[in-house]
């Protein structure tokens, strides 16, 4: 069983900077490869990006590349999300999920086995 926590939302402007976390608490998270996704009001979950469990490789999606980034502090179970230059589009709820598939492209949220309660993000024009 793995239990996942989000911080780190909150509102922000135009342009401005938010790290969010996801704590993992189980011991198999150390197993699973992690993702963060959105959702938006009237909107399906969507992708945003992953990471692979040892912390090798990621993906983003198009929409966030190059202003967001994704790690994984492995020894405190943690995967962060670094979002850089944001949007008001990018207002949303965001969730990190842990999926049993190794990957950093699990883009179906249907394939994730695990997910948090979801930390609000809005920015402001």
């Known amino acids: 069983q793995v239990h996942l926590f989000e911080s780190g939302g909150g509102l922000a402007q135009s342009g401005a900077s938010l790290r969010l976390s996801c704590e993992a608490r189980g011991r198999a998270f150390s197993t699973y490869a992690t993702g963060w996704f959105r959702q938006a009001p009237g909107k399906e979950r969507e992708f945003v990006a992953g990471v692979d469990r040892y912390n090798q490789s990621d993906h983003y999606a198009d929409f966030v590349r190059g202003r967001f980034a994704i790690s994984r502090d492995i020894a405190k179970a943690t995967v962060y999300l670094q979002m850089n230059s944001l949007k008001p589009e990018d207002t949303a709820v965001y969730y990190c999920?842990?999926?049993?598939?190794?990957?950093?492209?699990?883009?179906?949220?249907?394939?994730?086995?695990?997910w948090g309660q979801g930390t609000q993000v809005t920015v402001s024009p």
């Open positions: 999920g842990a999926t049993r598939y190794d990957s950093p492209e699990v883009l179906d949220p249907n394939e994730y086995d695990y």
